[in-house]
């Protein structure tokens, strides 16, 4: 998929372990399925800061799913349900990927290709 090409993961840490986000065709496709909510008003949700704090756990749990076994996303889960306030850790970086996967590959393309003449990296 064109998009995949410019998508990159978004690394958040919870309790002192390092896991990548990062959205594709499934991981949106359970997120719709965890939340009874389309995409689409998902991200009209985050946009106008109006997810639930179930909402914010399947955000951060559903990205787990391109980079990690199902037994890392449970256990992850299992400890969000367990202590929710550490939901904040990692809802920013739930939010930038499941926006990244929403983007369309010409704007992520173009975003790279600033951020290459600003730093000077082509």
């Not at 756990?57 to 890392?72: F, R, S």
């Not at 969000?80 to 809802?91: D, F, R």
Request: hydrophobic share 40%.
């Amino acid at each position: 998929m064109l998009q995949d090409l410019f998508n990159q993961p978004v690394e958040i840490e919870i309790l002192g372990n390092k896991y990548e986000l990062e959205y594709d065709h499934s991981a949106l496709i359970k997120l719709e399925h965890k939340t009874g909510k389309g995409i689409f008003a998902l991200m009209d949700n985050i946009i106008n800061t109006e997810l639930s704090l179930e909402e914010c756990k399947h955000l951060v749990t559903c990205a787990l799913l391109k980079h990690n076994d199902l037994q890392v996303v449970q256990k992850l889960e299992s400890i969000l349900e367990q202590k929710p306030h550490l939901i904040v850790q990692g809802i920013v970086g739930g939010s930038v990927a499941f926006l990244q996967a929403m983007t369309t590959p010409e704007s992520l393309k173009e975003i790279q290709n600033q951020e290459a003449e600003y730093t000077g990296k082509k």
